[in-house]
């Protein structure tokens, strides 16, 4: 046998080793980018967290607040009307003189 005859295979071979190296690294260049992919996310949703913590705590402080103002404008209207009614009757009182 001479070299001509082992040639194929040793290109074969080469090649093969080749093609073998270049998917290993391909295949752990994507799992390399997955992986950083992953970590910017929860980094991402770690931040949306305390975001959302933080909009929650001013929203309720919002809602209370409201409730606040809601009760003093009853408490408001209640004072308008008991003010109408005592002008009504001094109103009266004057017409009647």
């Known amino acids: 046998m001479t070299v001509n005859d082992f040639m194929p295979l040793l290109v074969a071979l080469v090649s ?4 073998w190296a270049y998917l290993t690294k391909k295949s752990e260049q994507r799992y390399l980018e997955a992986r950083e992919d992953r970590e910017d ?5 770690e931040t949306l967290k305390a975001q959302v913590d933080r909009l929650t705590v001013k929203v309720d402080t919002l809602l209370e607040d ?10 408001l209207r209640a004072e308008l009307a008991e003010a109408r009614a005592t002008v009504k009757h001094l109103e009266s009182m004057l017409m009647s003189k």
Do not use: H, T
């Not at 409201?66 to 408490?75: H, P, V």
């Open 16 to 19: 093969a080793s080749g093609v």
């Open 41 to 45: 996310r929860a980094e991402f949703n």
């Open 66 to 75: 409201k409730e606040d103002l809601l009760k003093e404008i009853a408490a």
